[in-house]
């Protein structure tokens, strides 16, 4: 068999994989109100019963609480482990990487789904390396020291416009269509977990399962920051333009957003829903309302609160109107309030660069400080990571957007 003009070694590694155990479960607290509106970015460190969250144990329930939130009402559920997964490693024979097929098996239904592995250009030892698995392509300069493995999301789940609803192979394995069926992002997240499966129950892909990131822009940057927020083995996410539906917060783009001659000029939760199928049927009750967003009990400051104390790089560009990039840099402020909390503010690096080209990373501007987030998050550098910055002239008051306080949490 022939990959991209490298032959493959003909006997492969053929594995049953060892799946994750679920997470032991906290029950919701209690139900969200949705008759109320909140404009403001709600509390991270308030129950839905309302009891505080006031100790790192509390936090752990909390953030089930908003992971199931975020499930029910703009995702989709996120399956467990499959009945079945095996995998095969097949390297390439000149031993720059190899090509990873999972096998998977759920309900009487198996799909079979590819990722390619491309190992760093080391001199010597023979790993196992760090990893990023970049979600479709890579659009950052390949990092020193990371093998990078590709992993086809797309094919996973579709995603070409509204009518990608349930197609993919993630959905030959579930066809669920209820309004709460996993999205695509959520689709994605789940096949990323099984790639994680894998590398922690195998050397034999020769990956370091501690040291993964992810990483993804534009749509896949959206993607980065859920399949970092629903799978807590993946030590860094790098996101990158993510836009509306990533690192921008649904209220903020909204106030953001300017309308002209009916057209958005920021993408709104009411227009990306008849977009694409990133997000679930269910949210298209909130974002198909009039200001129906500010009746979660969430917002993205707490899907970025969920990848917390973990790393998280978060790359964004001031050229594009439409990618909301007031309402991306005050979420970020906001959900950095939840790694101050935990004691790991330095885990989380924002740069908000000027005018460039969509997903084409500007190294000499950012390329240090992504360095710094590799270096640390993948590579164990014991460095500091204190970026925090926007190129852009305007500001953001948090005091006008919260009414509550950071927990510390000890
Ligand atoms: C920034 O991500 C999206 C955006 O949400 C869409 O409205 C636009 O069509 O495509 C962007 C993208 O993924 O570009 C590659």
């Known amino acids: ?6 032959f493959c070694l003909l006997v492969g590694a053929l594995f049953n994989v060892v799946t994750a155990a679920p997470a032991p479960g ?17 509390n991270p460190f308030e129950f839905l019963s309302g009891a505080p969250v006031s100790s790192k144990a509390d936090w752990s329930c909390r953030r089930q609480e908003i992971s199931t939130l975020f499930q029910q009402y703009e995702l989709g559920i996120k399956p467990g482990p499959p009945d079945n997964l095996q995998s095969d490693f097949q390297k390439y024979d000149n031993g720059t990487g190899g090509n990873l097929t999972l096998t998977i098996s759920s309900g009487g239904n198996t799909i079979s789904w590819s990722a390619t592995v491309v190992y760093p250009n080391v001199t010597t030892g023979s790993g196992p390396y760090p990893a990023l698995i970049a979600l479709d392509s890579l659009t950052i300069p390949r990092p020193d020291g990371v093998a990078i493995i590709t992993a086809f999301v797309s094919q996973f789940a579709q995603q070409d416009n509204s009518t990608s609803r349930g197609k993919g192979l993630y959905y030959e394995l579930f066809p669920d269509n209820s309004p709460q069926a996993a999205s695509a992002m959520m689709a994605w997240s789940w096949g990323v977990s099984r790639i ?9 892909v020769g990956i370091d399962a501690t040291h993964v990131g992810v990483v993804g822009c534009s749509r896949w940057g959206k993607g980065s920051l859920v399949v970092a927020a629903f799978d807590e083995r993946l030590a860094l996410a790098i996101v990158q333009e993510s836009g509306s539906g990533g690192t921008a917060c649904w209220r903020l783009s909204d106030v953001e957003n300017v309308s002209v001659n009916g057209s958005d000029t920021v993408q709104t939760a009411h227009e990306i829903v008849g977009e694409n199928v990133w997000f679930s049927q269910e949210f298209e009750v909130f974002a198909n309302e009039t200001d129906g967003t500010q ?34 840099y005050g979420c970020m402020t906001v959900a950095r309030e939840v790694y101050k909390a935990l004691g790991a503010q330095q885990a989380f690096g924002y740069s908000e660069a000027a005018n460039h080209t969509h997903c084409q990373f500007p190294v000499a ?6 360095d710094t987030y590799v270096n640390k998050y993948l590579l164990g550098q014991q460095i500091e990571s ?12 948090e005091a006008e957007w919260i009414d509550w306080e950071t927990a510390t949490l000890s």
């Open 26 to 42: 906290c029950p919701l607290s209690g139900s969200p109100s949705f008759t109320t509106k909140n404009p403001l970015l709600p």
């Open 386 to 397: 204190n970026v925090f910055r926007t190129e852009a002239n305007f500001t953001f008051d």
């Open 295 to 328: 009746r979660l009990p969430f917002d993205h400051h707490m899907l970025a609160g969920l990848v917390a104390p973990r790393g998280l790089f978060v790359i964004d560009n001031l050229g594009y109107k439409w990618l909301s990039p007031w309402s991306s």
């Open 196 to 204: 994680l499966d894998v590398l922690t129950s195998s050397t034999d």
């Open 365 to 370: 501007d950012q390329g240090g400080e992504l």
């Open 1 to 6: 068999m022939q990959i991209s003009g490298l």
